[in-house]
């Protein structure tokens, strides 16, 4: 298992063809616009290291058994979300079911009994998920893409999204190829009347030792007719990027940003909720969710400090804010529930 993980799966055929000429492809590796640094040590990271942080609850999270029937698309609003923890969604666009960065076994690890581990079950099992029309991907790094649940759903007649590159992985674990789309930057694909489109984001690739370095990471536009989403992913700040977003599509009805596992010395990869709040702000959406936080120790902050944080913000410049409870389902004004609060 750890070596088929790790291993990944190398591009070839049609899609190496679209990853060697992607302009943000440097014929090893692919590359951000702007400058962008992955963090290295520093003074300011040592001391936080060795700072006591409540970087995991003492009490297991009150969490809503996700239900499957409830899930399924046209059974309420036309849009609506169920967050299963992390950056895992499964979003109701205009009554199709699109489900995000799908991690849904008990660590994000390479290893299955080694590595970061939720504080909390899973709100469903992935064989339990109703029928999904996409699943889409951001990147390829463990928190994002998980080996297991991608085994659990590799059967299903589900279009696979995600960008460039990363469908080598999802092919090595037995995703059927015609099922696999990838997609470079501004780049879309109609899917039951939605549209998905890969928008930019700063970060990078990495699977592990002997995985392709050949791998994008995007974060997603997701139009209906009605109704309209917009997935950060995992991302640093770029103003120049976020606002021509927020130009070319006119702005979103929800925005599903990243709030967790940041640090200030990974601004160039990470948001944290300052930066969070601004780019809902670039991206002109109406209602933001946030996400990425609350389910894995990745970072050296309490483990709520990032909600606690937004939220703060939030009041202070009148956003209006989405934070349901984990396996809940629910729509854009549905509000913000408390149940992290006194989790110490």
């Not at 590359?31 to 290291?49: E, I």
């Not at 995000?100 to 581990?117: Q, Y």
């Not at 998905?196 to 997701?222: C, D, K, M, N």
């Not at 991302?235 to 702005?251: A, K, Q």
Request: net charge negative.
């Amino acid at each position: 298992m750890f070596g088929l993980d790790a291993l990944g799966g190398h591009v070839r055929g049609l899609r190496r063809e679209k990853v060697t000429d992607s302009p943000h492809f440097n014929g090893l590796r692919f590359r951000n616009p702007v400058p962008t640094p992955t963090g290295r040590p520093s003074f300011d990271l040592v001391k936080d290291f060795v700072t006591e942080r409540r970087r995991i609850p003492e009490r297991v999270h009150p969490i809503v058994r996700a239900d499957p029937n409830i899930m399924q698309g046209g059974k309420g609003e036309d849009l609506r979300v169920t967050w299963l923890g992390h950056s895992s969604m499964v979003i109701e666009v205009d009554g199709v079911l699109v489900l995000t960065d799908p991690v849904l076994s008990g660590r994000c690890s390479p290893l299955p009994w080694a590595g970061p581990k939720r504080f909390h079950p899973a709100p469903i099992l992935a064989r339990d998920l109703p029928e999904i029309d996409v699943v889409l991907i951001s990147h390829d790094h463990y928190d994002h893409l998980d080996l297991e649940t991608v085994l659990a759903l590799r059967k299903r007649l589900v279009k696979w999204v995600c960008p460039l590159g990363v469908g080598a992985h999802l092919e090595a674990w037995g995703v059927p190829e015609d099922r696999i789309v990838e997609l470079d930057w501004w780049e879309h694909v109609e899917v039951r009347g939605i549209e998905i489109t890969a928008t930019p984001a700063r970060h990078f690739q990495g699977r592990g030792v002997g995985a392709s370095l050949a791998t994008f990471w995007a974060s997603w536009a997701i139009r209906g007719p009605k109704h309209s989403v917009w997935f950060s992913g995992d991302t640093g700040s770029w103003d120049e990027g976020f606002e021509e977003i927020g130009e070319r599509f006119g702005g979103f009805d929800l925005s599903l940003i990243e709030i967790g596992a940041w640090h200030p010395a990974w601004g160039s990869i990470h948001l944290g909720p300052t930066n969070a709040a601004r780019v809902h702000q670039q991206v002109r959406a109406k209602t933001m969710m946030p996400v990425h936080w609350g389910t894995f120790s990745l970072a050296l902050h309490a483990w709520d400090e990032p909600i606690s944080e937004l939220l703060r913000i939030a009041e202070r410049d009148d956003l209006q804010i989405l934070s349901p409870m984990m396996g809940e389902t629910v729509h854009r004004e549905s509000g913000v529930a408390d149940y992290w609060r006194d989790r110490s």
